[in-house]
C-alpha cells in the first residue's frame, strides 16, 4: 500500500506564505508524477501545479512546486496568498509498486489552507 501524507497548511493573512509538503511511503517502486490539487467551498478539485512547469494561471508567478526524489516528498511554496486561495489542498500522485506494475493514482486526505483579507 501507498499513503501520501499532507502537511503545512494553516491560516494565514493575504500577502503571507505557507510551505506545504507531501511525503509519500509505503510500497514504492518509482513515482512517475506528483502534484497538487485543491478544491474550495462549493466548487470542482482543479488542479495547481505539477512536475515543475505546469501551473494553474491564477498561481503562475506565486506558487513553486518542487521535488526531493530521495524523500519521496514534493512541496509547494506558496506566496503572496490571496483569500481566493482558501482551499483544501490535496496531493496526488502517480507511483508504480513494483517493477511489474502500472502506475496507479494516489490522493492525499488533504490539508486547509486559509487567507485572510
Known amino acids: 500500500q501507498v499513503q501520501l501524507v499532507e502537511s503545512g497548511g494553516g491560516s494565514v493573512q493575504a500577502g503571507g506564505s505557507l510551505r506545504l509538503s507531501c511525503a509519500a511511503s509505503?510500497?514504492?517502486?518509482?513515482?512517475?508524477?506528483m502534484g497538487w490539487f485543491r478544491q474550495a467551498p462549493g466548487k470542482q478539485r482543479e488542479l495547481v501545479a505539477s512536475d515543475s512547469t505546469n501551473y494553474a494561471d491564477s498561481v503562475k508567478g506565486r506558487f513553486t512546486i518542487s521535488r526531493d526524489n530521495a524523500k519521496n516528498t514534493v512541496y509547494l511554496q506558496m506566496n503572496s496568498l490571496k483569500p481566493e486561495d482558501t482551499a483544501v489542498y490535496y496531493c496526488?500522485?502517480?507511483?508504480?509498486?513494483?517493477?511489474?506494475?502500472?502506475?496507479?493514482?494516489?490522493w492525499g486526505k488533504g490539508t486547509l489552507v486559509t487567507v485572510s483579507s
Open positions: 496526488n500522485a502517480r507511483i508504480r509498486s513494483s517493477s511489474n506494475t502500472y502506475a496507479m493514482e494516489y
Open positions: 509505503g510500497r514504492i517502486f518509482s513515482i512517475n508524477a
